[in-house]
């Protein structure tokens, strides 16, 4: 089983709807949750980060995380063309060797269409 | 302008090579990370430092070394040894603490020739 699992996707929504991205991870003892976005050739770029359970918004992201079902997921408000991209979410594990560690899932591409 | 720089941008290397990757950061972090990318997959880690003259393997290191001689500077050596470098090689710092968001430089594509 991977460490942090994503649908590849891709996932293709119309403009101004919401987008829906999961994330699951297998160890229990994950801390801290990120999500980024990398367009294509470019480098990652971080969006949204979560750390305890429940809702974090930060203008059209939305950031939700279940500890107890390890899953956290990101909606995207007002989806937008330029949202298209691929969305990577990462999570660090729990201290010890695995400090600051952080694993990636696959990622999701996104695509919103006009 | 606070930044992470890799370069070059572009680098090929030929059989037997030894090629380094530099990265730099003018952000005052303590930790500094390196990344792989193979094309549609995530980032998997090749090596990461939490501090000056210290640095833990990651998952993939083999066939990779680096040094951490400078707060702000974590060279990457792709060795001959690594049979496979062609890939997208992602730098990465964040401020000291296992739970510190990662930010990213803009990368360097790596290819054989």
């Known amino acids: 089983q991977k460490e942090v699992e994503q649908n590849s996707g891709p996932l293709s929504v119309p403009e101004g709807a919401i987008a829906s991205l999961n994330c699951t991870y297998s160890d229990r003892g994950s801390q801290s949750f990120f999500w980024y976005r990398q367009y294509s050739g470019k480098s990652p770029e971080l969006i949204m980060f979560i750390y305890s359970n429940g809702d974090k918004e930060d203008g059209r992201f939305t950031a939700q995380l279940n500890k107890a079902s390890q899953y956290v997921s990101l909606l995207i408000r007002d989806s937008q063309p330029s949202d298209s991209a691929t969305y990577l979410c990462?999570?660090?594990?729990?201290?010890?060797?695995?400090?600051?560690?952080?694993?990636f899932g696959q990622g999701t591409i996104l695509t919103v269409h006009p | 302008d606070g930044g992470i720089t890799q370069s070059p941008k572009y680098l090929f290397r030929k059989e037997g090579q030894n090629v380094t990757l530099s990265c730099e950061q003018n952000l005052n972090h303590d930790a500094m990370y390196w990344y792989r990318q193979d094309p549609g997959q995530g980032l998997r880690l090749i090596y990461y430092?939490?501090?000056?003259?210290?640095?833990q393997k990651g998952d993939i290191a083999e066939g990779y070394s680096v040094s951490r001689e400078k707060k702000e500077s974590f060279p990457l050596t792709v060795t001959s040894a690594q049979k496979n470098p062609t890939a997208f090689y992602l730098c990465a710092s964040s401020s000291r603490g296992g739970n510190q968001p990662q930010h990213f430089g803009d990368g360097t594509r790596l290819s054989i020739l």
């Open positions: 430092s939490q501090i000056v003259n210290d640095f």
């Open positions: 990462a999570v660090v594990q729990d201290g010890g060797t695995s400090y600051g560690k952080l694993t």
